[in-house]
């Protein structure tokens, strides 16, 4: 059982240079990639990025997918392995690539997989990771940094080359991009509204519940429970809560009776 390469696809988030996209295109080509998309580059000029894919990869470069956001990049695909040489307490459950590439014979059967690289001169940041449901390094000796074309060819490679004799666990077919960012968003209105996050900063406190609930591996109608949980908190909060809070601070205080009024005097005393 080898991983499923029709269901992979590269994502290359904002590079700087033509050159790199078509080495890239090249190099994913090479090892039976096909789907490529690039997401707001500083220069796509396409005389220059065909130079680098040679006629091998002409179709990939033809078929290139480019957008301007990476949220719509990512949206199609329901798992997401972010690239990164840095490590750290937002960059979790980092594997390198031959296990990384293990990990996706089986997710691959059922889903569509989006490798994503950033660009050159700062890699992926942690806002843009948090749309990657595992991160990668690739080993390095003493300098961490790589070309974005040579990145590109070793997680492909290893991609390429990764199988099994026995079947791999099943994995499910699991929720979009897509339709994880609306839960997420729907999620953190809702738990802003009863004070379970601070409403002031909630993307501070939503960051920990997306790395909780990027573990679970959710399918499309983990999500809809989710989603469904959230509307009937919101009904409650609309139906009894909040009314019940509007009457309360419309309604006079009543005026305070004898013996609550000595306890008070009693309290000034002590």
Known sequence: MRVKLENIGIILHRPHFPENIGAAAR???NMGISRLAVVDPLDCDLTR???MATQAAEDVVADMEMYE???DAVGPYQYVVGTTARTGSHRPTVADPRRMAEQLIAVSRENRVALLFGPENRGLSNRELRFCHSLVTIPTHDFSSLNLAQAVMVICYEIFRAGVETPPVFVPRLATSFELEAMYEHLGETLARIHFINPEN???????????VGRLGLRARDVKIIRGICRQINWYCEKRLEPAEADAERSPKAPASPEDQD???????L
């Open 69 to 71: 956001h990476l949220a």
């Open 263 to 269: 306890c008070r005097d009693s309290r000034r005393i």
């Open 49 to 51: 990025i065909l130079k």
């Open 27 to 29: 190099a994913a080509k």
């Open 202 to 212: 909630p993307d501070h406190w939503m960051e920990n519940i997306r790395r909780a």
